[in-house]
């Protein structure tokens, strides 16, 4: 089975400072990695993915993250935050064959002081 | 085009009552999927519908059912409630074409549902 292990549930940064979200899974088999991200009192939107190729991958808005097979990890990466950055931030896995459901971690709230 | 759209949006029942929730995909979207977000448990993969044909399950309870029309609107139901049901419901739709998740899931804005 998959499971995902986001590191901090609480990031709180200044504005324009840097930030990463840490994300790690675990799985035996290849999956597909995920950035989701949920504003207050909203659904979930796709930030980026990683499907293959390229392990860095970015999303329009400056975040990008960076797959990393041999640590299994995931992190979610922007060198400069803005106050309309805050929100929830979710890493989820899904398998690349068999069953295609989206495997969550427990989320990291960041936090955008001024 | 419009985005995913859920009915109704928040909704307040009592224990041992039972429950529809209503998910409409993205106009030619053929897959929907249902998740579970609750504090304690985070996020959560209840079920994917394809064409009618409940094509993926996950580790929920018979309490928790769906299905799909033919337009592929998608219903959520679940019967006697628990208090342990309140949570905010999301399903997501996807073309669903490849049945794989190399397609985006969109996301609609979830039925927040609380049991008394």
């Known amino acids: 089975a998959q499971s995902v292990t986001q590191l901090d549930s609480q990031v709180p940064v200044f504005e324009e400072a840097p930030v990463e979200l840490r994300c790690n899974y675990s799985?035996?088999?290849?999956?597909?990695l995920f950035w989701y991200v949920q504003y207050p009192n909203q659904g979930l939107q796709l930030l980026l993915k990683y499907l293959s190729g390229s392990t860095l991958v970015e999303s329009i808005n400056g975040f990008e993250a960076e797959f990393n097979k041999s640590q299994t990890s995931f992190h979610l990466r922007k060198p400069s935050v803005h106050i309309s950055d805050t929100a929830e931030y979710f890493c989820?896995?899904?398998?690349?064959?068999?069953?295609?459901?989206?495997?969550f971690g427990q989320g990291t709230r960041l936090t955008i002081n001024p | 085009k419009a985005g995913v759209t859920q009915t109704p949006r928040y909704l307040i029942k009592t224990r041992g009552q039972q429950v529809t929730l209503s998910c409409s995909p993205i106009s030619g979207h053929r897959s929907v999927s249902w998740y579970q977000q609750t504090p304690g448990q985070g996020l959560q993969f209840l079920f994917e519908y394809f064409s009618e044909t409940q094509r993926n399950k996950g580790n929920f309870p018979g309490r928790f059912s769906g299905r799909q029309f033919s337009n592929s609107r998608s219903e959520m139901n679940v019967s006697t409630l628990e208090l342990g049901d309140s949570a905010l419901y999301l399903c997501?739709?996807?073309?669903?074409?490849?049945?794989?998740?190399?397609?985006?899931?969109?996301f609609g804005p979830g039925t927040r549902l609380l049991v008394l």
């Open positions: 799985s035996s088999v290849s999956v597909y």
């Open positions: 989820a896995v899904s398998l690349i064959q068999g069953a295609q459901k989206l495997v």
């Open positions: 997501a739709s996807s073309w669903g074409q490849l049945g794989s998740l190399q397609e985006t899931q969109y």
